[in-house]
């Protein structure tokens, strides 16, 4: 398996200090005289490297932008993306004896998902490139995000969705904000394969997390949760805990603590230990980690109430299992009742998310009580997408309203 090295060889084409490295053969691809997804020779991922990677002391400013140091570019595409809150959960916190647990809401993002965080670095590459039509597969909230930023830039929308499996809070959000929709009679990762074709041919550029730009952007979570931690306990949290899905964000956690390493502004052994949650029937993460496998074998039948995470060929493996075995971590599942448990503990400390993001807190239970986790640990859960995303199943999760009459008495006798 790749150990992700950043310390490749620069290209001599290499333009304004980044370019493009397969982690599986360290091939440098320089990135704007071409567009590519894949290393040309082994079919690897790719990151993004740099000449050199900046300590704390370089980054200023609010928002994902407050990183530009460690991004592509000084700024882009933006509608104030980042900055999310990191939230105190003393009711969990105690139930679950942590020393301390936080919650990183990236429901707070200006489309109610982490995704802006990647679209504001993504659209930027693509208006630097020239391309006209973005496109990608989406469970729902790639789609609001980049409807949002592609319009947002100019650019044509196209996006690709598992017909009757995603929620209508993100379909609303992906229509207004101007994308072309196509249902498609197949699950999320029928749409992954079918819009990376059309990008292959030409026809569209991709903006699903195997962009390896889009996860420059997503890299600021784990910046500002470091930041946010250290400022607000003093120290590094021990453990991040991550629904996964596409396994993006684990894969850019890892890269952001990496970089800092290769900086030297963070030790090896302050990596916080990344824990990946699954929903139960969409788990092939969990199954590689559980095995000591390198790859992840594909699910071809996914289901779960977390329709962001229906997704059974995570493309980011590659990059995300190296990231949990490498910081001590590990992965779990949780079945859709710990999941909706979770959303519903959430929401009584007021901290209102979909079903995808819950998994994170349901995960971390499941591991205390298992005595993976110990009661001395500073926990983060990163909460990835809003409430609102998923009304249905919030309405669900939640209680009935009672029928009473127009008056006061009424309203008294339901209490
Ligand atoms: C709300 C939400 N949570 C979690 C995920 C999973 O994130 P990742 O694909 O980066 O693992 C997604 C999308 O994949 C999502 O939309
Ligand atoms: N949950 C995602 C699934 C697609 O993941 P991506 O990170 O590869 O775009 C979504 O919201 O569509």
Redesign the pocket.
Known sequence: MTDLSLDVPTPPEADGGVWLSCIECENAVAPFDDVVYRCPDCDGLLEARYDDYPDWSEFEGRGVWRYSAALPFESGVSIEEGDTPLYTVPGIEDDLGLADLRVKH??MNPTG???DRGMTVGVKVADELGVGRLACA?????SAALACYGTRAGKQVLVLLPAGKVAAG?VAQASLHGAKICEVDGNFDDCLDVVAELANRGEAYLLN?LNPFRLEG?KTIGLEILEQSKAETGAYPDRIA???????????LYKSFRELVAAGAMDESEMPKLT?VQAAGAAPMVEAIENDWNEVQPWDEVETR?T??R?GN?V?APK?LPGIRATGGTAVAVDDDEITDAQRALAREGVG??P??A?SVAGVRKLREAGEISADEHVVC?T??HLL?DPDAAAAAGSEPVSVPADADGVLDAL
């Open positions: 990236e429901g998902s982490f995704k989406s469970t729902g909230n790639t993100k997390s997503q991550l629904p996964v899905g596409n396994a993006g964000n684990t894969a850019a990946g977390a962001a995470i997704i995570p980011n995300a998310v979909e995808a993001s998994a990163l990835t997408g995303k």
